[in-house]
């Protein structure tokens, strides 16, 4: 049973005895904070640290589903039009969405509602050559298959069945890069170029400009997302909400995960919004339960978030069955889909998972992979247009 001391020991702040004030002398926030603290040690008694976080998964996850459903947020449309040359609706949706994103998640770190040091992102060994060379690959992949991780599970939602098979293969070769037959090969590419965890991998750390910082960036860029969504879809509320909301899922997942980590026994990842790891547990749980990892965050995000972006395409009459015609070519889907599950785990995540929620975080390795990503989508678009292929 969790004693009732530990439950003024959280992580997160400063922590408060009995009878005492918090920093700013409001001895009732003081209060308020150890209740919040006792009713989630009581929630983990009585549901156990796992089931809670499959739960927190799941409540993350179907937000973000119909939220990125009915935004219509998709990175791929997005850098497809940077390579045309223009910042479109597509990007100004994903601009809004991204930087909403930073400015959450900012604000959690400033608060200190998460401790984003002890993320993977930051704290253990990194690789240099896996961020860049899985971002290239998942870039190109995504090209290839028209969506990347996030965006299939959307689509499938929708009734495109193209987008289940490259959803399937997508999970089939992140298992493979994990613990598979392309295992060699990843841990060979991210061997190339290391780099040690801490304050190495921490892009405010390593400019100096900590905290206040970052949330002054992750502002400004929020301000601009603001500005071009404005100018470029004017008058359109509902999808500036889609896109806001599909961004603070992100921080929610972060927040969820750091509070139930600061209250639990046992040790607990805080992780938020990624879709790489995700797809390959919710495979393994489907081919053997008994091997599969036990539950947590992931295990209920990805199939809320189908169920999310299934409620969103009905609410939108946007459900319908598609299969693949003459210009959907099944080998780019199959190949697309394998170049993104090797990238993806090089990387330590998709677009999502290492651009969004990595870089939320402003880890140096996941700005690399989504610059990474980009160049791959660029080099593949030019392929593609140069051999008359559909994008």
Request: hydrophobic share 55%; aromatic share 8%; proline share 2%.
């Amino acid at each position: 049973m969790r004693l009732t001391a530990l439950a003024n020991t959280s992580s997160i702040g400063p922590k408060v005895e009995d009878g005492a004030t918090c920093p700013d002398g409001d001895g009732a926030t003081g209060d308020v904070h150890k209740e919040r603290a006792l009713d989630l040690t009581g929630v983990l008694e009585t549901w156990g640290d796992s089931l809670v976080l499959a739960m927190a998964g799941a409540l993350v996850g179907l937000v973000f589903g119909v939220a990125a459903q009915r935004s219509r947020f998709c990175t791929r449309a997005a850098f497809v039009e940077t390579c045309q040359g223009r910042l479109g609706d597509r990007f100004a949706v994903w601009w809004l969405g991204f930087s909403a994103c930073l400015l959450g998640v900012q604000t959690l770190v400033f608060a200190g509602g998460l401790q984003a040091h002890t993320s993977r992102f930051i704290a253990p060994m990194g690789s240099l050559s896996g961020a860049l060379i899985g971002g290239l690959l998942f870039g190109a992949g995504m090209i290839m298959t028209r969506g990347c991780a996030g965006r299939l599970l959307i689509l499938s939602a929708s009734g495109n069945l193209r987008a289940w098979i490259a959803a399937l293969v997508f999970a089939v070769a992140v298992q493979a890069s994990i613990g598979g037959w392309l295992a060699p090969a990843r841990l060979t590419l991210m061997s190339w170029w290391q780099i040690d965890g801490g304050a190495g991998r921490d892009l405010l750390q390593i400019t100096g400009i900590g905290r206040h910082g970052g949330l002054a960036l992750a502002a400004v860029a929020f301000a601009s997302g603001l500005w071009l969504f404005a100018r470029t879809l004017p008058g359109r509320l509902a999808l500036a909400l889609g896109a806001i909301t599909t961004g603070l899922c992100i921080a929610a997942g972060w927040g969820l995960t750091q509070a139930i980590a600061s209250q639990s026994f046992e040790a607990v990842q805080i992780q938020s919004v990624s879709f790489s790891s995700a797809s390959a547990e919710f495979l393994m749980r489907i081919l053997s339960t008994g091997t599969a990892p036990r539950f947590g965050f992931d295990a209920g995000l990805l199939p809320a978030t189908l169920v999310g972006a299934w409620v969103g395409a009905l609410i939108g009459g946007d459900f319908q069955w598609q299969g693949f015609t003459a210009e959907n070519k099944l080998g780019h889907y199959l190949m697309g889909a394998l170049l993104m599950g090797l990238g993806a785990v090089l990387a330590g995540g998709c677009t999502v998972g290492a651009g969004m929620s990595g870089g939320s975080v402003f880890a140096l390795t996941a700005w690399l992979t989504l610059i990474a990503i980009w160049l791959g989508a660029a080099m593949a678009w030019r392929l593609h247009q140069a051999m008359d292929w559909p994008v």
